[in-house]
């Protein structure tokens, strides 16, 4: 059966693309003029907020309607801060910190830069509940391994963002934090005992008036033992609009991850997500080009053609996608910025051990710092920095930094820079190390000939009695590294 026009700008209108460069391509610029949805921006689209803003005005001439989305959490996960690092701490550190009036203040100051750089829905916060510290994906995006503190914070960072004007988006929804694959390679399993609990944070998020919840790639079997969260009728449909009531945007993670794309390719996954009860597709990381955008709105057309998406939940789709951007258009108002808010939060963060009678801080002078490097999962920016070793090098010149990476710390290399940092204070810097070995090994080794060594640990802390010091940040962003080095230098 041949697809009419209509039926495809229906199609168009739940889908949210990405694309590459600063500006949008013509593919992007026609398709919005004919009712795509909108668009989502990554790190590698955004250069600086004039720009991003100029971006987002050339968007609204062609769509005054168009949705721009972004993963914005704050911390590790930046989009507007990964060439610099994020200006905020991540959620884990608010949740250590426990402040709520922080963490909405903290949200509604990003909600104002997002606003003004015409950003009209932030895929934040991550309303996971980090039950298993082995977690690959979630970590230090969560606000804890409580239940009740992640529903706490969560709240308080949806009332903050969405009263600057940008809706706000809990993920991933029924909950990633009790997995142990990370979904953009695999398919990720949520424990039954945990459904509950992980369901806590997303009823609270629901009873604040989030306006959009987003899909996590994972298979629930006290659900359904078939079919991962975002392409389930009985997860989206019977337990997020029916059990918990939610009556606003189903938005999936990126359709083109393995967990859901694997089995059906993207067009068949984003057909059968719309099926399932999602109202908003996102495609991006390396599928962002025009052929690729065209055919999932050609198989979401085919599929109502054939009759297993029926046209009314495709058009009952769109209908949410008007409405959350109409409310995008005519809510909340940008806060002025408050550049001491991150800062502010990040150290009150920190968490200090002391093991040693001896007052190893603050350093004596220039330190040696190794940073161990590990691989980080796609949800992160490669190219964000993190580190102690750059801004302690402000507050102490003379500070000497070593970065190595899994397969650099060989016996060999760690006896160098034993014998480089002799006579220096020693600072390592780790970032989960319990989750990678190699960092396990190297730290053990460096600690044998190094017992006044600083250990700096910028990911979970599952050990605190590690080095003569041992400090624990919460969190890899600029501002944890900042804080950090404050206390190394004795700043703070």
């Given at each position: 059966?041949?697809?009419?026009?209509d039926?495809?700008?229906?199609?168009?209108?739940?889908?949210?693309p990405g694309f590459?460069?600063?500006?949008p391509?013509d593919?992007?610029r026609?398709?919005?003029?004919?009712?795509?949805?909108g668009v989502?921006l990554?790190?590698?689209?955004?250069?600086?907020?004039?720009?991003?803003?100029?971006?987002?005005a050339?968007?609204r001439?062609?769509?005054?309607?168009?949705?721009?989305?972004?993963?914005?959490?704050s911390?590790e996960?930046?989009?507007?801060?990964?060439?610099?690092?994020s200006?905020?701490p991540?959620?884990?550190?608010?949740?250590?910190?426990?402040?709520?009036t922080?963490?909405e203040?903290?949200?509604?100051?990003?909600g104002?830069?997002?606003?003004?750089?015409?950003?009209?829905?932030?895929?934040?916060?991550?309303a996971?509940?980090?039950?298993?510290p082995d977690?690959?994906?979630?970590g230090?995006r969560?606000?804890?391994?409580?239940?009740?503190?992640?529903?706490?914070?969560?709240r308080a960072?949806?009332r903050?963002?969405?009263?600057?004007?940008v809706?706000?988006?809990?993920?991933?929804?029924?909950?990633?934090?009790?997995?142990?694959?990370?979904?953009?390679?695999?398919?990720?399993?949520?424990?039954?005992?945990?459904i509950?609990?992980?369901l806590?944070?997303?009823?609270?998020a629901?009873?604040?008036?989030?306006?959009?919840?987003?899909?996590?790639?994972?298979l629930v079997?006290s659900?359904?033992?078939?079919?991962?969260?975002t392409?389930?009728?009985?997860?989206l449909?019977?337990l997020?609009?029916?059990?918990l009531?939610f009556?606003?945007?189903?938005v999936?993670?990126?359709?083109?991850?393995?967990a859901?794309?694997?089995?059906?390719?993207?067009?068949?996954?984003?057909a059968?997500a719309?099926?399932a009860?999602?109202?908003?597709v996102?495609?991006g990381?390396e599928?962002?080009?025009?052929?690729t955008?065209?055919?999932?709105r050609?198989?979401?057309?085919?599929a109502?053609?054939?009759g297993s998406?029926?046209?009314?939940?495709?058009?009952?789709?769109?209908r949410r996608v008007?409405?959350l951007?109409?409310?995008?258009?005519?809510s909340?108002?940008?806060?002025?910025?408050?550049t001491?808010?991150?800062?502010d939060?990040?150290?009150?963060?920190?968490?200090?051990?002391?093991?040693?009678?001896d007052?190893?801080?603050?350093?004596?002078?220039?330190?040696h710092?190794?940073?161990?490097?590990?691989?980080?999962?796609?949800a992160?920016?490669?190219?964000?920095?993190?580190?102690?070793g750059?801004?302690?090098?402000?507050?102490?010149?003379?500070?000497?930094?070593?970065?190595?990476m899994?397969?650099?710390?060989t016996?060999?290399?760690?006896?160098?820079?034993i014998v480089a940092?002799a006579g220096?204070?020693?600072?390592v810097?780790?970032?989960?190390?319990?989750?990678?070995?190699?960092?396990?090994d190297a730290l053990?080794?460096?600690l044998?000939?190094?017992?006044?060594?600083?250990?700096?640990e910028?990911?979970l802390?599952?050990r605190?009695?590690?080095?003569?010091?041992?400090?624990?940040t919460?969190?890899a962003?600029?501002v944890?590294?900042?804080a950090?080095a404050?206390?190394?230098a004795?700043?703070?």
């Amino acid at each position: 059966m041949p697809m009419s026009g209509d039926l495809l700008r229906l199609a168009d209108a739940v889908l949210l693309p990405g694309f590459h460069g600063h500006a949008p391509p013509d593919w992007i610029r026609r398709r919005l003029g004919q009712g795509l949805a909108g668009v989502v921006l990554f790190s590698r689209n955004i250069a600086g907020p004039e720009q991003v803003a100029r971006l987002t005005a050339a968007l609204r001439s062609e769509n005054p309607a168009v949705l721009v989305g972004t993963d914005e959490e704050s911390g590790e996960v930046t989009r507007l801060e990964a060439d610099t690092g994020s200006s905020r701490p991540g959620a884990y550190a608010l949740g250590v910190v426990d402040d709520v009036t922080i963490t909405e203040s903290l949200a509604r100051d990003l909600g104002g830069d997002l606003a003004r750089a015409g950003i009209t829905i932030d895929f934040a916060p991550s309303a996971d509940v980090n039950a298993n510290p082995d977690n690959p994906v979630i970590g230090l995006r969560a606000f804890g391994a409580d239940p009740a503190l992640v529903a706490r914070h969560t709240r308080a960072f949806v009332r903050g963002l969405q009263s600057a004007g940008v809706a706000a988006c809990a993920k991933h929804f029924p909950g990633h934090g009790d997995t142990s694959v990370d979904s953009h390679h695999g398919v990720p399993v949520m424990a039954e005992r945990g459904i509950q609990d992980a369901l806590v944070p997303f009823r609270e998020a629901i009873a604040e008036g989030v306006r959009a919840v987003m899909t996590g790639h994972l298979l629930v079997p006290s659900y359904d033992a078939e079919r991962p969260a975002t392409l389930s009728p009985k997860v989206l449909t019977g337990l997020l609009r029916e059990e918990l009531g939610f009556d606003g945007v189903i938005v999936t993670d990126g359709i083109e991850m393995t967990a859901v794309s694997a089995p059906y390719g993207l067009g068949g996954a984003s057909a059968r997500a719309i099926a399932a009860g999602a109202d908003a597709v996102c495609v991006g990381g390396e599928h962002a080009d025009e052929a690729t955008a065209a055919n999932i709105r050609d198989a979401i057309a085919a599929a109502v053609t054939t009759g297993s998406l029926p046209e009314e939940r495709l058009a009952d789709a769109a209908r949410r996608v008007r409405e959350l951007a109409a409310w995008a258009g005519s809510s909340g108002s940008p806060p002025p910025g408050d550049t001491r808010i991150g800062p502010d939060a990040a150290r009150r963060a920190i968490r200090v051990t002391r093991r040693s009678a001896d007052p190893v801080l603050p350093l004596a002078g220039p330190a040696h710092v190794l940073e161990l490097v590990p691989d980080m999962n796609l949800a992160i920016d490669r190219k964000t920095p993190w580190g102690v070793g750059e801004p302690l090098s402000r507050l102490v010149p003379g500070t000497v930094v070593t970065r190595l990476m899994a397969g650099g710390t060989t016996g060999s290399a760690l006896e160098a820079l034993i014998v480089a940092a002799a006579g220096k204070p020693l600072v390592v810097v780790v970032r989960d190390a319990h989750r990678h070995a190699w960092q396990e090994d190297a730290l053990g080794h460096l600690l044998s000939a190094r017992q006044d060594a600083v250990v700096v640990e910028m990911g979970l802390p599952a050990r605190t009695d590690l080095g003569a010091v041992h400090i624990a940040t919460y969190g890899a962003a600029r501002v944890c590294g900042e804080a950090a080095a404050e206390v190394l230098a004795g700043r703070l």
